[in-house]
């Protein structure tokens, strides 16, 4: 759990950062996090009855979740919208050449247009009410590292005095 701490300081300290990868500090960040989790999963052996374990089980899977937003889900949700943003361009050039056809075009093509037309414009309705919706996810969403920070903090103080109480509660039988 204390590797994990490596990226951080690679990340803010200016010569640690130009000695080190700052990608691969944090694709170790990343898998280390995972591997510590499960670990850390086991090592609890489902097996809840210290506050002290609940909260440091609950704030580790807090951590996780957090950094798997961040890492994974907004660069989904920001690749999405992007693609989203694409065919609601292609949609909306579809519907300029049909309505410049229309307006030029005789009246007996204008009822086949017509159910064309009615189905482009409820598709780019629906695509940018799609996109809206994604685009306030990733908003809401955005503030993640926040969150993986603040759970993080929180994380190593409990850490530490499950260790400590491991220590003085569990070396006791030595006297």
Same mark, same amino acid.
């Given at each position: 759990?204390?590797?994990?701490?490596?990226?951080?300081? &690679?990340?803010? *300290?200016?010569?640690?950062?130009?000695? +080190? %990868?700052?990608?691969?500090? =944090?694709?170790?960040?990343?898998?280390?996090?995972? *591997?510590?989790?499960?670990?850390?999963? #086991?090592?609890?052996?489902?097996?809840?009855?210290?506050?002290?374990?609940?909260? /440091?089980?609950?704030?580790?899977?807090?951590? +996780?979740?957090?950094?798997? +937003?961040?890492?994974?889900?907004?660069?989904?949700?920001?690749?999405?919208?992007?693609?989203?943003? @694409? @065919?609601?361009? %292609? #949609?909306?050039?579809?519907?300029?050449?049909?309505? %410049? @056809?229309?307006?030029?075009?005789? $009246?007996?093509?204008?009822? /086949?247009?017509? *159910?064309?037309?009615?189905? =482009?414009?409820?598709?780019?309705?629906?695509? @940018?009410?799609? *996109?809206?919706?994604?685009? $306030? =996810?990733?908003? &809401?969403?955005?503030?993640? &590292?926040?969150?993986?920070? $603040?759970?993080?903090?929180?994380?190593?103080?409990?850490?530490?005095?499950?260790?400590?109480?491991?220590?003085?509660?569990?070396?006791?039988?030595?006297?």
């Amino acid at each position: 759990m204390l590797l994990l701490l490596a990226y951080s300081l &690679t990340k803010r *300290i200016p010569w640690l950062r130009r000695r +080190v %990868a700052l990608g691969t500090m =944090l694709s170790f960040h990343v898998y280390a996090g995972m *591997i510590g989790a499960v670990l850390g999963i #086991l090592h609890t052996g489902h097996y809840y009855r210290s506050p002290l374990g609940i909260a /440091l089980v609950s704030v580790m899977l807090a951590v +996780v979740l957090s950094g798997f +937003v961040g890492r994974y889900y907004l660069v989904q949700l920001g690749t999405d919208i992007r693609d989203q943003r @694409e @065919e609601l361009g %292609a #949609l909306r050039n579809r519907y300029d050449l049909l309505a %410049a @056809e229309r307006s030029v075009g005789s $009246a007996a093509i204008v009822g /086949l247009a017509d *159910i064309s037309m009615r189905a =482009l414009v409820a598709a780019i309705a629906d695509l @940018e009410h799609a *996109i809206g919706r994604r685009e $306030a =996810l990733k908003r &809401t969403l955005s503030r993640w &590292t926040v969150l993986h920070v $603040a759970a993080a903090i929180a994380l190593y103080p409990l850490l530490a005095l499950h260790v400590w109480s491991g220590v003085y509660y569990g070396l006791r039988w030595l006297q």
